[in-house]
């Protein structure tokens, strides 16, 4: 008897899409929803969701 592979091992088909159906793609009320968020904290600044942590830091050289 084989081993049977599990559901979440198995991938999807990719899908090819132009910029264009991207472009024109229909937005849910969530998708709205969720992007009206993002706009209010990019509006007013927000950066604090932002990981800095893996971003070298300049050296004396770069700064001078």
């Given at each position: 008897?084989?081993?049977?592979?599990?559901?979440?091992?198995?991938?999807?088909?990719?899908?090819?899409?132009?910029?264009?159906d991207?472009?024109?793609?229909?937005?849910?009320?969530?998708?709205?929803?969720?992007?009206?968020?993002?706009?209010?904290?990019?509006?007013?600044?927000?950066?604090?969701?932002?990981?800095?942590?893996?971003?070298?830091?300049?050296?004396?050289?770069?700064?001078?």
């Amino acid at each position: 008897m084989g081993k049977k592979s599990s559901a979440s091992s198995q991938h999807e088909e990719l899908k090819s899409m132009k910029s264009a159906d991207i472009k024109n793609k229909q937005l849910t009320e969530q998708d709205r929803r969720v992007l009206g968020r993002l706009v209010e904290a990019q509006d007013s600044g927000d950066d604090s969701r932002i990981n800095f942590e893996d971003i070298p830091k300049l050296t004396k050289s770069q700064l001078a």
